[in-house]
C-alpha cells in the first residue's frame, strides 16, 4: 500500500485522528494517550501502530518510555496532494483527454 493510501486509511478512523490533535499539542508516551481514552491500552498501541505504519507519528524512546510526536513532513505531503487535487492550473492527463474523445463518439 503506498504512503498516501497509508495515510487516507490511518486518517479515516475518529481515534486516530484525536490521537494526533493532542500530539500536535505536545509529545505524549502511549500511557499519556491512553489516558485520554475510555479504550483498552491495546486498542491505543494498535491505533498508534497505524499511525506509525502510516508514517504520520514517529517515536522516541526515552529510557522506559517511548515518547510519540508528530511526523509533519507526511502532512505536508497530504496536504500538497490535497491542493494539487483542487488546483484549477492542474495540467490534463493524457488519459483524461482519451476518455473525452470517446466519449464524444
Do not use: C
Not at 497509508?6 to 486518517?11: C, E, I, R
Request: hydrophobic fraction near 30%; charge should be negative.
Amino acid at each position: 500500500m503506498s504512503p498516501l493510501n497509508n495515510g487516507f486509511k490511518a486518517l479515516s478512523d475518529p481515534t486516530r485522528r484525536r490521537i494526533l490533535q493532542l500530539l500536535h499539542d505536545r509529545d505524549m508516551t502511549a500511557g499519556e494517550i491512553a489516558d485520554r481514552f475510555n479504550i483498552s491500552k491495546p486498542s491505543i498501541s494498535h491505533h498508534l501502530n497505524t499511525l506509525k505504519q502510516a508514517e504520520l507519528i514517529q517515536d522516541e524512546r526515552q529510557g522506559q518510555n517511548i515518547l510519540y510526536s508528530l511526523n509533519t513532513s507526511v502532512f505536508q505531503d497530504l496536504v500538497s496532494w490535497f491542493f494539487d487535487l483542487t488546483s484549477p492550473n492542474k495540467p490534463e492527463n493524457n488519459n483524461d483527454v482519451e476518455v473525452n474523445r470517446h466519449e464524444k463518439q
